[in-house]
């Protein structure tokens, strides 16, 4: 099973293929959905992604599968809609990664209660025959029972509405091995720097570098889609280096506590911040998720940092909910990720009300480009970027599979769940032939050494950082421990790509000072 993702095999097929009916440019959530979905049409399909699968935004997510219930509020009932039924799909075909997820508003006044629980009846009726639960409104005392922590002063109760909830970077390792599933080359760390043109001056490939081995390729295809998210503009410009930008890049930061901080199953959704945003706080995997912020970015960056404006609010309006102070000293892990929302024309709108809808546009010399959308829609933004494909006579018409593709994975949901879903048996017998695999790889860190090789073998990982951030969650979920854990997953990456102890140490130092974005020092 091993050499089925092995990348060499990978890079091999690639120097095989003289031409790709499809070359796509990003590894997120848009990209793998539009892999998967050109692959298992029967496309011949290259997927490249300069550093890692879902190393942006995809993986930095609030961890939502949501259709949007803010967005009610703006009217956008058929973003709504699209994103309930892409929901259900999700939860439906990769049960091991997903989950419904209970959140509870608090009300302080009768005018709260009404407002939220007519709003979330309308939320349970677009979904229809698709609801994962009925919103309903439960008052103080039950509120105080479901949310310890929260502060009862003033409370008049809660209003219980349903979504789902996932593990983002998960979900594209399996996507990514869904696509090799059905016959796609997909690979990371392996960077696109040029656009390449025919002689008519339309796209006809690109040019990419493997940054394993420095070698460049040119890679000829019949269609070039760029799915870089916040990095779209970059694409864009080397397509036409005068073309407007057609994303502005928001920023949305997240901390990560200690489970005692809400020390209930229940999620809070708080309404209305004074940046006009909501704030979620959320149980994931033994702590709590809490965020978001929204702050315009001139820069898109691979890591971009938190601002202390950004924690001081999200400090400040949880405080004021809990009857427990959080510190920031509390904070086990700080993770920030930018929105490639797309720009209408003339907006001068704030971002969080720039279009969360997807735009798919063509140039003039036929690259594609696909913009803006989140992870819940990320199946039904890949099937209308091919359809626009084969619309404009790129490719040969054939259907739309993957409403009914089960993830890589997948198995019955009445099955006990793991995130690994059906390969985690294979991960039970690697710790059996080899008992020193089911040791922790710190003891803070609910991970083995055996899921640690799995993910070099079967899950593309080259890297301390792809192990650490995107195999594991062990960045987000404990900064400081990860660091800590770094040592050990360098030394077991080594042993299976064979390199030297000079590269162990270069992994660890590159690693440590990446984590030290993720550690907020008490002030």
């Given at each position: 099973?091993?050499?089925?993702?092995?990348?060499?095999?990978?890079?091999?097929?690639?120097?095989?293929?003289?031409?790709?009916?499809i070359i796509v440019v990003g590894g997120g959530s848009t990209g793998?959905?539009?892999?998967?979905?050109?692959?298992?049409?029967?496309?011949?399909?290259?997927?490249?992604?300069?550093v890692d699968f879902a190393k942006g935004t995809s993986s930095r997510s609030t961890k939502l599968l949501h259709g949007g219930v803010r967005y009610l509020a703006q009217g956008n009932i058929s973003l709504v809609k699209e994103a309930l039924l892409e929901r259900d799909l999700l939860l439906k075909n990769a049960p091991h990664l997903t989950q419904v997820q209970s959140f509870i508003i608090p009300c302080f006044s009768l005018l709260s209660k009404y407002k939220y629980l007519i709003g979330l009846k309308l939320y349970d009726l677009l979904a229809g025959k698709r609801s994962v639960g009925k919103s309903h409104f439960i008052n103080k005392e039950e509120t105080s029972l479901r949310l310890k922590t929260m502060l009862s002063d003033k409370l008049l109760g809660g209003i219980v509405y349903y979504d789902g909830q996932f593990d983002d970077s998960?979900?594209?390792?399996?996507?990514?091995?869904?696509?090799?599933?059905y016959g796609a080359t997909v690979l990371n760390h392996f960077?696109?720097?040029?656009?390449?043109?025919?002689?008519?001056?339309?796209?006809?490939?690109?040019?990419?570098?493997?940054?394993?081995?420095?070698?460049?390729?040119?890679?000829?295809a019949n269609v070039v889609i760029n799915a870089t998210g916040v990095f779209a503009n970059k694409i864009i410009k080397m397509d036409n280096p005068f073309a407007q930008k057609i994303i502005q890049p928001s920023q949305g930061v997240h901390v990560v506590l200690e489970n005692t901080f809400l020390s209930s199953k229940d999620a809070i959704m708080i309404p209305k911040t004074i940046d006009g945003r909501v704030l979620f706080v959320i149980p994931w995997k033994g702590k709590v998720?809490?965020?978001?912020?929204?702050?315009?970015?001139?820069?898109?960056?691979?890591?971009?940092?938190?601002?202390?404006?950004?924690?001081?609010?999200?400090?400040?309006?949880?405080?004021?909910?809990?009857?427990?102070?959080?510190?920031?000293?509390?904070?086990?892990?700080?993770f920030v990720g930018l929105r490639p929302l797309a720009i209408r024309k003339n907006n001068r709108k704030k971002t969080k009300e720039i279009s969360r809808g997807h735009k798919i546009l063509v140039s003039d010399s036929n690259l594609i480009s696909i913009t803006g959308g989140k992870w819940t829609t990320f199946r039904k933004m890949a099937e209308e970027s091919i359809d626009q494909v084969i619309s404009l006579g790129m490719l040969e018409e054939k259907k739309c599979l993957t409403a009914n593709i089960m993830i890589h994975g997948a198995r019955p949901v009445d099955l006990p769940q793991s995130v690994y879903g059906s390969d985690f048996e294979h991960i039970k017998k690697l710790s059996m032939e080899h008992p020193e695999y089911s040791e922790k790889i710190h003891p803070a860190l609910d991970y083995t050494k055996a899921e640690v090789v799995w993910s070099i073998r079967n899950e593309f990982a080259r890297t301390v950082e792809d192990v650490l951030a995107r195999r594991t969650r062990a960045l987000f979920l404990n900064a400081q421990a990860s660091?800590?854990?770094?040592?050990?997953?360098?030394?077991?990456l080594a042993k299976e790509l064979r390199k030297d102890d000079n590269w162990v140490e270069k992994q660890i130092k590159v690693f440590s000072e990446l984590a030290n974005n993720y550690i907020l020092n008490p002030q």
């Open positions: 099973m091993g050499n089925v993702y092995n990348r060499n095999r990978l890079v091999n097929h690639l120097k095989q293929n003289s031409r790709w009916d793998l959905g539009v892999a998967l979905d050109a692959a298992s049409r029967g496309y011949n399909t290259l997927l490249l992604e300069g998960r979900m594209a390792v399996n996507l990514a091995q869904s696509c090799v599933d960077k696109v720097d040029e656009i390449l043109k025919n002689d008519a001056a339309k796209v006809c490939g690109v040019k990419a570098i493997d940054c394993e081995t420095n070698i460049s390729y040119e890679l000829n998720v809490v965020g978001t912020t929204d702050t315009p970015v001139k820069k898109c960056e691979y890591e971009p940092i938190a601002l202390d404006d950004e924690i001081s609010f999200i400090l400040s309006t949880l405080n004021s909910y809990l009857d427990k102070q959080v510190l920031r000293s509390d904070i086990l892990s700080v660091v800590a854990a770094a040592p050990v997953v360098a030394k077991l």
